[in-house]
């Protein structure tokens, strides 16, 4: 069975989408205002006053991409979200360490992970009772930190150095700094086919692979010759009895539907039920006739889980 859902992340008192149009987006992430592209912002701003004073600026050309950064604003800070911490810094490609549409799918793993927990018999193997969690293109961590903070035990991959050295600074923060979570600098496609060699087993795998990049050795990583091939290893690396499988989409055009047919084929082997929708930031100025501020989209996903 599929539902399909748009998920909406509210604003909450470190972060909030205050304005968006023009192919833009405005969002204060703790006291510390950003504007950035967003192709996605198709609609006028709702208040142009609001965009006067901001701390920084990400503008891009055919060439490149830059920030305008004021004087006052640090090179980097801390804000609470979600339960958890981060640290915020702009980065050269316009992100800053956070995606908070993603805050609904952490919930979610959350929910689905201290269930299976505590419905578990009492072992002897402290490690046979907690749910174990592959999170691969991991970046700073948010999916990785949610399911440590209900109880898993978290392995954590990414291509990038810095990206994990974030990564574990904000598990520091959250007080999660000696959890039981591997940080592995490897490109996906390889380390998941040594786990498949070695017989390792996890109940959930998460999934947020870019359209194009490259691992720590320079390997390609291009969505649409690579991606298929590495889900289909991924379903090799399932228990017997997996808790969910969540694939998350940005940049590279598809839609949730095309995810909802990958992931078909654990219905037919598990059972269970598939969601597929989009992940929305609501604006906190634009309240209106539905009850919430304008969506923004943000990206796509696709999940299922075993019921």
């Known amino acids: 069975m599929k539902e399909s859902h748009v998920l909406i992340t509210a604003p909450e008192?470190?972060?909030?989408?205050?304005?968006?149009?023009?192919?833009?987006?405005?969002?204060?992430?703790?006291?510390?205002?950003?504007?950035?592209?967003d192709p996605q912002a198709l609609w006028k701003k709702h208040d142009q006053a609001l965009w006067k004073n901001?701390?920084?600026?990400?503008t891009r050309d055919e060439k490149k991409g830059e920030w305008a950064l004021s004087k006052d604003l640090p090179a980097r800070w801390e804000i609470s979200f979600s339960g958890l911490k981060f640290v915020i810094k702009p980065t050269a490609f316009k992100h800053v360490g956070l995606f908070p549409e993603q805050s609904v799918n952490w919930r979610w793993l959350s929910s689905i992970i201290l269930e299976a927990d505590n419905s578990r018999?009492?072992?002897?193997?402290?490690?046979?009772?907690?749910?174990?969690?592959?999170?691969?293109?991991?970046?700073t961590g948010g999916?990785?930190?949610?399911?440590?903070q209900a109880g898993?035990?978290?392995?954590?991959?990414?291509?990038?150095?810095?990206?994990?050295?974030?990564?574990?600074e904000n598990a520091e923060l959250s007080h999660m700094g000696k959890n039981p979570i591997r940080w592995i600098l490897?490109?996906?496609?390889?380390?998941?086919?040594?786990?498949?060699?070695?017989?390792?087993?996890?109940?959930?795998?998460?999934?947020?692979?870019?359209?194009?990049?490259?691992?720590?050795?320079?390997?390609?990583?291009?969505?649409?010759?690579h991606f298929l091939p590495l889900v289909d290893d991924c379903m090799k690396?399932?228990?017997?009895?997996?808790?969910?499988?969540?694939?998350?989409?940005?940049?590279?055009?598809?839609s949730a539907v095309a995810y909802e047919n990958i992931l078909k084929p654990l219905v037919i082997k598990y059972g269970g039920s598939i969601e597929i929708g989009e992940l929305t930031l609501e604006e906190s100025g634009t309240k209106?006739?539905?009850?919430?501020?304008?969506?923004?989209?943000?990206?796509i996903f696709a999940r299922w889980s075993r019921d």
């Not at 008192?13 to 592209?37: M, T």
């Not at 209106?288 to 990206?299: A, F, I, K, T």
């Open 13 to 37: 008192a470190d972060y909030e989408l205050i304005d968006s149009g023009d192919g833009e987006k405005l969002e204060r992430f703790g006291a510390h205002v950003l504007s950035r592209p």
């Open 54 to 58: 901001v701390s920084g600026s990400f």
């Open 121 to 139: 018999p009492v072992e002897s193997s402290t490690s046979s009772a907690s749910s174990t969690i592959l999170n691969l293109f991991g970046y």
């Open 143 to 148: 999916a990785t930190l949610a399911c440590s």
């Open 152 to 168: 898993a035990h978290v392995v954590h991959v990414d291509g990038s150095k810095a990206a994990i050295a974030w990564a574990r």
């Open 186 to 225: 490897d490109d996906a496609r390889t380390f998941v086919k040594r786990e498949i060699k070695r017989e390792k087993k996890y109940e959930g795998i998460i999934m947020d692979p870019p359209a194009f990049g490259h691992g720590p050795d320079n390997e390609l990583w291009k969505i649409e010759e």
């Open 237 to 254: 690396l399932l228990t017997d009895k997996p808790l969910f499988f969540m694939i998350n989409g940005y940049s590279a055009g598809y």
């Open 288 to 299: 209106g006739v539905s009850g919430h501020g304008r969506l923004l989209p943000c990206g």
